[in-house]
Every structure is written in structure tokens, then in C-alpha cells.
């Protein structure tokens, strides 16, 4: 057998097993979707009918003379807290910023990277330029033409 049969049964049987590695990582790390799961648990806590309104809501307001008071009319919005930076609740802002910042870099990994750094393309051009080694642009064949004139001259 010639070399190049050998090169192409390597080339075949590395690209089979590159193309199978990585199929098999997509199995491996696909993450199961809990979308489906948390739709079906929020269906099956939906009431099977609906709770009957209160009919006296959409009934006339008898007119009045007196004046209303605006906090009646207002709901009571509870008092705005200020909330001063402790030490304890910056410490738990930076765990909160690392924790998210994990999350990402583990999904970035996750991702799809190839596992072998591999080109297709890189291959191909391999296979080409051996299987063919002695292939020379119009130029170089006309420079060797011309050089051969000149030493047989």
C-alpha cells in the first residue's frame, strides 16, 4: 500500500473519532430544560374554576356632600427604609456578584466548546497538499522552462 492510503485511512479514523467525542459531550453535558416541569407544576396549582367576584365592586357610589379625606382615598404605601452600607451587606453583595459571575463562566463552558482543537479545513488542506506533493503554479513552470533554455544554451 502507498503512503498516502495510510494517511487517508488516519484521516479518516481521526476525523470519525473527533466527530464522535463530540457528540458525545453534547449528550453528556445537555442540561435537562425544568421549563416544562415549572409550566406543568403551575398548571396542576391553578384552580380548576374561577372565584366569583364581588358584585357590590361595580355598583353606584352614592353622591355625598362631605369632604373625603385623602389618605381614605390614598392606600398606605409602607415608610421608605434607608438602608446604610455595613460591612455584612457589602460582603454579601460581592458573594452575590461572585456567585453570578460563576454561574456565567460555568455556562460559558458548557457552551459548545470543541473539545479537540482540531480544523476541518486545516485537514483538508493537509490531504490536498499530500496527496499532491509536486503540483507547481503556471509562473514556476514557466521560470523552469526558461531556465533550462538557459543552462542548455
Excluded at 442540561?31 to 396549582?45: A, G, H, I, Q, V
Aim: hydrophobic fraction near 35%; include cysteine; proline fraction near 8%.
Amino acid at each position: 500500500m502507498d503512503s498516502r492510503c495510510y494517511i487517508m485511512i488516519l484521516l479518516a479514523l481521526t476525523l470519525t473519532v473527533v466527530v464522535r467525542a463530540q457528540v458525545e459531550d453534547k449528550k453528556r453535558l445537555h442540561m435537562p430544560d425544568s421549563t416544562k416541569s415549572d409550566f406543568e407544576e403551575w398548571l396542576r396549582n391553578e384552580p380548576l374554576k374561577p372565584e366569583l367576584h364581588d358584585s357590590t365592586a361595580t355598583s353606584p357610589i352614592e353622591p355625598s356632600t362631605m369632604k373625603l379625606d385623602p389618605s381614605k382615598i390614598q392606600p398606605k404605601h409602607p415608610p421608605i427604609s434607608i438602608n446604610i452600607m455595613t460591612p455584612e451587606l457589602r460582603n454579601d453583595m460581592r458573594l452575590a456578584y461572585h456567585s453570578h459571575w460563576l454561574d456565567e463562566q460555568r455556562k460559558a463552558q458548557i457552551g459548545g466548546a470543541m473539545t479537540i482543537g482540531v480544523s476541518p479545513l486545516n485537514l483538508i488542506a493537509l490531504v490536498v497538499h499530500k496527496l499532491f506533493p509536486k503540483h507547481k503554479s503556471k509562473k514556476q513552470r514557466e521560470r523552469e522552462r526558461l531556465q533550462e533554455i538557459l543552462d542548455n544554451y
